[in-house]
């Protein structure tokens, strides 16, 4: 137990130790030389290491915006937070070793399936195959599963899903990069497929965000930073303002707050800045070492990585779609607690990450205008869902939290409804 615990918590849940080791097997699969297969599995481990570290820029960044947000606009309610969902599933509810074993055995069900199946996807992003367990684990035992029967119907449910999404979200993200090299690992697949569904419907014949052409004097915005900070400066600014001195202070320290929040505004721009030379860095060495794994083990064989791979591709959708997604989740904040559910306080980080991928889902089939009306329905779907779980989980245990990762959520769900009438067959 300790060497699965070892493997697990410290190899396993380390993403770029686990690609780099990928890119490993697969060079040397491939009989290139030594210091190929060297230099190819670094670059591939640096690579994500540096998409890592611009994604953490980012995080602390919207952590402050977070905070004067919710501080600015005086708004209560729950924010939605997978990680706080799995702390007390292994902490408060002793699921630790089932959770850290149903990672594995997913892991483990993902490579039989993708080579016995026709989806030929290696999902390589382990934060979220972390969360997968998390929500099979709790859902399968509040089923009344236990032991080996939760942990491998568990991996079973979520190896299903680790193979599925990223087969369903391909045929957007092939016309997103123009190549079928790679795919998208990443558990919201299902929210991006409905933004995706309403931007086609609304944004027919609608011009890309890429081609957005600026007049002569502000052909500036064409550069990808500059545009993402003229958005994101204002919008921290005026927010800060609302928050007022004496909080902002707080957070700022020896620095006005005014100035601190400005800067804050630039540092997501560094770090959206240096996640983008991370994705390039990475796809320039995890593709080509990628072949080996489908020449020998999974044949044709494909890397299902995290969302950020995309955002080099369509970067003024991801902001579009920040922004729309991040409007339909405050409209969302406001409308549900009418219908008697919880306020859900938007989450920034799920609405960079997941909205701005969506943003990209969306411009590919309905270009500006399927952003615009497509991501605020995103917004407001992905505060729904948490919203009407919110009492489930409370039911569980869980206190004052919920969850917007839609597919490990459904996963769980399904999982969940699948064995309760089972188990009360035999009870």
């Known amino acids: 137990m300790a060497v699965i615990d070892f493997i697990i918590n410290s190899i396993l849940t380390q993403a770029s130790i686990t690609i780099a080791l990928i890119a490993f097997a697969g060079l040397l699969l491939q009989r290139k030389p030594f210091g190929e297969v060297m230099s190819g599995s670094f670059k591939t481990m640096l690579g994500f290491l540096v998409l890592s570290a611009g994604s953490s820029i980012i ?21 939605p937070s997978i990680e706080a969902i799995n702390g007390q599933a292994m902490n408060d509810l002793g699921l630790a070793n089932q959770i850290a074993l149903t990672f594995l055995a997913i892991f483990i069900f993902n490579i039989l399936l993708a080579r016995l199946t026709r989806w030929k996807y290696i999902f390589l992003t382990g934060q979220a195959l972390l969360w997968m367990a998390t929500m099979t684990t709790v859902f399968g035992s509040a089923a009344g599963l236990s032991g080996i029967g939760l942990i491998l119907a568990g991996g079973l449910v979520g190896g299903i899903f680790a193979v599925a999404m990223p087969a369903i979200a391909q045929p957007i993200v092939k016309k997103i990069t123009g190549t079928d090299d790679i795919a998208l690992g990443h558990f919201c697949t299902i929210g991006y497929m409905f933004a995706a569904g309403i931007a086609k419907m609304t944004g027919k014949n609608s011009d890309s965000t890429e081609n957005i052409k600026f007049p002569k004097g502000l052909g500036f915005l064409s550069d990808t930073y500059l545009s993402v900070a003229i958005v994101m400066v204002p919008l921290y600014v005026v927010t800060s303002i609302f928050a007022g001195a004496e909080f902002g202070t707080e957070l700022s320290g020896d620095v006005n707050y005014i100035v601190y929040a400005f800067l804050q505004a630039v540092q997501f721009v560094v770090g959206v800045y240096v996640l983008l030379s991370g994705v390039r860095l990475l796809l320039a060495e995890i593709v080509p070492a990628f072949r080996g794994i489908a020449l020998k083990v999974v044949p044709d064989a494909k890397p299902a990585l995290d969302c950020p791979v995309l955002f080099p591709y369509a970067p003024n959708a991801v902001t579009a779609g920040f922004i729309t997604t991040t409007i339909g989740t405050v409209i969302a904040m406001f409308v549900l607690p009418w219908f008697g559910l919880a306020m859900i306080l938007p989450g920034m980080l799920t609405n960079f990450f997941a909205g701005g991928t969506a943003g990209i889902f969306m411009n590919a089939v309905g270009g500006k205008r399927g952003v615009l009306i497509g991501g605020i329905a995103h917004g407001f779907f992905i505060t729904l869902l948490p919203a009407l779980l919110v009492p489930h989980f409370n039911s569980l245990g869980f206190v004052n939290t919920t969850a917007t990762d839609v597919d490990t959520v459904t996963a769980g769900l399904l999982f969940e409804w699948l064995i309760h009438p089972i188990m009360n067959l035999f009870a």
């Open 59 to 79: 995080v602390g960044s919207l952590l402050y915006f977070g905070d004067i947000f919710s501080e600015g606009f005086g708004m209560e309610g729950i924010v």
